[in-house]
């Protein structure tokens, strides 16, 4: 199988325009779980037994976030084709069959909270999954890129400041991260432990991202993902806090209410993101570090 | 809908529905009270301090909702009355009564999705009793049994649809039934497994009657403000008083 690729920016736009669709998928799914509107059509696949029910009142959400996501999966579909038609790499047509399935399981585990009352744990990887495949997306994006098949500048691994493990730390922590939050939203556990959780993970981001600034900075696409993460994380730290300063403020309110609503929404959003950019980050590090070498102090300072 | 078949099967048993309580129930003798020692438990559910202010409900997104309102609708988590006693307190005997199996009336308890409200705000309904949900709304509504103890559903009832009929087959007291197309929409279960239980109306008070001679633990549960308890005794074909006090 040949492995060499050509840049083809058809199929590249179409990944962008997919891996946005999955990122409103995400605002649409968080709505409907911070409008308290996952309940509100009882049944599944159809929606109150038709294709397309009267839009209102929760119904809007749930049923807007089902259209979104039949729109999403066949934009995978046609991804599949397309990939499998122009790209030669073995390895990213593998990807977009495992990106199909994760969109197919992705829509069981929605139907499946919806038929068993929103149980926390369906409810739960339903959210985990949800921002796993947007990560892919954002892969299936970044490997169609220009600057992907143009090929990797190589830069050497420094010995005393290793990256290429530590790399794949930030990903891990922040999806561990993002399913406490997913049981702290389906009321699993309490908010605590997502809380807890947060300094950890914005420790592992700032350690791993600092390290490629001061280390690997020559690098232009480890540096920018490493700003990227810095900012997004940061973002994503000051949504918490709004979000749970709302949810403490209207513990008593009779409906969602919008200031809750809008953080809280932006907060997952925001979390996909930080886990897309974090995963990003380590592909590029596995991509374009060399070999490990003892750096001289000369080489540091260039 | 093959793929919801598969998913069913898959997830058959995984449910949190509890065993049917049949054998428990059929073990119990059938109550029997004698008119002639039968007395009555009254009371007064009282509230000191500061009237809660109750919010109103936002129905701006749902404008076949709010057209139904002559003035904006307010929230009934805590509702005082002007005599000084809270509404909407659901009042049972907990404990006293013999062990046994009481028969559930024939007639259905009501409970109506009206101005995208329920009405009652709570019901009372005895176990294997028929609770009657009605939609007299123009909007579509989902009615969720968020209940524990019995098996939590999720049904859908178009405007104007037939009522739709459920029974509780445990005792359970209390749950909510609520529903997520309008958000703001929830009532109260209690599911009591005899008849003496009550829900104070406009004047705070409740009477349960027919209560055979004994003493009694009088439970009062308030969907916010929690549960009382008190103890009361009956004297034969007599009345016996017991009154309760929340406050903030």
């Known amino acids: 199988m040949a492995t060499e690729n050509s840049f083809n920016r058809g ?35 159809l929606s109150y037994g038709k294709l397309m029910p009267k839009m209102e009142g929760g119904i809007f959400y749930e049923h807007g976030h089902r259209m979104i996501a039949t729109t999403v999966g066949m934009f995978t579909i046609v ?43 369906i409810s739960s990887s339903h959210a985990t999954l949800a ?17 992907w098949l143009g090929g990797p500048a190589i830069v050497p691994e420094d010995a005393e400041n290793p990256l290429r493990g530590l790399s794949l ?46 280390h690997y900075a020559r690098n232009r696409e480890l540096r920018t993902s490493a700003i ?75 | 809908m093959f793929l919801q078949g598969c998913v069913v099967l898959m997830l058959s048993g995984c449910g949190s529905n509890p065993a049917p309580q049949t054998q428990t129930k059929a073990a119990l ?33 749902n404008p076949s909702c709010e057209r ?31 062990p046994a199996h009481w028969a559930p009336p024939a007639e259905p308890v009501k409970l109506t999705q009206s101005g995208c409200i329920y009405t009652p705000h709570v019901v009372g309904i005895m176990v294997d009793q028929t609770l009657s949900i009605m939609n007299d709304d123009p909007v579509n509504h989902n009615v969720h049994a968020e209940s524990q103890t019995n098996a939590a559903w999720n049904i859908s009832e178009a405007p104007k649809d037939e009522p739709k009929l459920r029974k509780f087959s445990s005792e ?29 109306g406009e004047d705070g008070s409740f009477s349960l009657a027919g209560v055979p001679p004994g003493t009694y633990t009088i439970e009062v549960v308030q969907e916010k403000l929690g549960r009382k308890e008190g103890k009361v005794t009956l004297a034969a074909g007599g009345t016996a008083a017991i009154d309760f006090t929340y406050g903030n």
């Open chain 1, 11 to 45: 199929l590249h736009r179409w990944s962008i325009l997919l891996a946005f669709c999955t990122l409103l998928l995400v605002v649409a799914g968080a709505l409907v779980t911070s409008k308290d509107a996952g309940l509100s059509v009882p049944d599944w696949p």
């Open chain 2, 29 to 61: 003798p059938e109550a029997h009270v004698d008119p002639a020692t039968a007395g009555t438990i009254s009371g007064k559910i009282l509230f000191q301090g500061a009237k809660p202010v109750m919010p109103t409900i936002d129905m701006s997104s």
């Open chain 1, 169 to 214: 730390a930030a990903p891990i922590c922040l999806l561990g991260q993002l399913f406490l939050g997913a049981a702290v939203r389906h009321k699993a556990i309490g908010a605590i432990y997502h809380i807890c959780g947060a300094p950890l993970v914005t420790a592992v981001v700032l350690w791993v991202s600092m390290r490629i600034l001061l």
């Open chain 1, 131 to 147: 921002q796993l495949f947007f990560s892919t997306t954002v892969a299936i994006a970044l490997f169609t890129s220009k600057g």
């Open chain 1, 228 to 302: 990227l993460l810095i900012s997004v994380t940061l973002c994503q730290v000051f949504l918490g806090i709004a979000a749970y300063m709302t949810r403490i403020a209207y513990a008593d309110a009779i409906q969602p209410m919008p200031l809750m609503v809008t953080f809280t929404v932006l907060h997952v959003a925001t979390g996909a993101l930080t886990l897309a950019t974090s995963i990003a980050m380590a592909i590029l590090v596995r991509r374009n570090l060399g070999e490990r070498v003892e750096m001289p102090e000369s080489a540091l300072e260039a």
């Open chain 1, 79 to 121: 991804s599949l084709i397309w990939i499998f038609r122009t790209d030669r790499r073995n390895w990213m047509r593998k990807l977009a069959v495992a990106a199909l399935l994760a969109v197919i399981l992705q829509g069981v585990l929605g139907g499946m909270t919806v038929l068993y009352l929103l149980p926390w744990w």
């Open chain 2, 68 to 98: 139904q309102q002559k003035t904006p609708a307010k929230a009934e988590t805590v509702v005082v009355n002007p005599n000084g006693t809270l509404r909407y307190a659901y009042v049972r005997i907990k404990d006293g009564l013999a």
């Open chain 2, 172 to 200: 359970e007291i209390l749950f909510p039934m609520t529903c997520s197309v309008h958000p703001w929409m929830r009532s109260w279960i209690g599911v009591s497994s005899h008849p003496f239980f009550a829900v104070t």
